[in-house]
């Protein structure tokens, strides 16, 4: 399995599911499963239940997620705020750090109106304040840290393509055969 983890707005659905196509693999979101589970959005659960709610489904996702799933994983921004979901998704999967700086968070998502994290009034010091705390933990979490900067999807598909192979040439023994180029 391979997870991605990252600022909300770095491109961990999007470059997800191009990743898991690539692969060959499937694709999963833990948003969209756990909105399945709730029945309504996130937003509104987060809303009538308050953040620790949210975190505990949150959680018991990311776990089973982990355990069962095959393929590629989009976390939600805050995923790694849980030690337990570090953990999970550092032991059980080869995790990838989409890393974004606030300001091109802020250049992608500024217009948009969905994303309950910029409807405050200062959406760029917001997420400043979130990569302060969080960066470390997506580095704990990390196997990969993958700057996201300008790079188009596909590019930075090939980067995190680059980063497993090597990570796989790495940890094969000496004298072991590659795997086969179709894989």
């Known amino acids: 399995m391979i997870?991605?983890?990252?600022?909300?707005g770095s491109g961990k659905s999007t470059i997800g599911r191009q990743l898991a196509r690539r692969l060959g693999e499937a694709f999963v979101d833990s948003d969209?499963?756990?909105?399945?589970?709730?029945?309504?959005?996130?937003?509104e659960y987060f809303e009538r239940e308050g953040e620790e709610r949210f975190r505990d489904v949150e959680e018991t996702v990311i776990d089973d997620l982990t355990r069962n799933h095959e393929g590629v994983l989009a976390t939600g921004g805050g995923a790694v705020l849980r030690e337990a979901n570090r953990?999970?998704?550092?032991?059980?999967?080869?995790?990838?750090?989409?890393?974004?700086?606030?300001?091109?968070?802020?250049?992608?998502?500024?217009h948009d109106v969905n994303r309950p994290?910029?409807?405050?009034?200062?959406?760029?010091?917001?997420?400043?304040?979130?990569?302060?705390?969080?960066?470390?933990l997506?580095?704990?979490?990390?196997h990969f840290v993958i700057e996201t900067g300008r790079p188009s999807v596909s590019t930075l598909v090939n980067m995190i393509m680059m980063q497993l192979e090597l990570a796989d040439m790495a940890t094969r023994a000496p004298g072991s055969p590659a795997p086969s180029p179709d894989v």
Not at 138 to 142: G, L
Request: hydrophobic letters at 40%; one cysteine or more; proline letters at 6%.
């Open 138 to 142: 997506y580095r704990e979490a990390a």
């Open 32 to 43: 969209h499963v756990i909105e399945k589970q709730l029945g309504c959005s996130i937003r």
């Open 3 to 8: 997870a991605l983890v990252g600022l909300p």
């Open 87 to 110: 953990v999970h998704l550092r032991t059980r999967a080869q995790v990838v750090y989409l890393r974004s700086s606030p300001e091109e968070v802020f250049r992608r998502l500024r």
């Open 117 to 136: 994290l910029l409807q405050v009034k200062d959406p760029l010091g917001r997420l400043r304040d979130l990569y302060s705390v969080r960066d470390p």
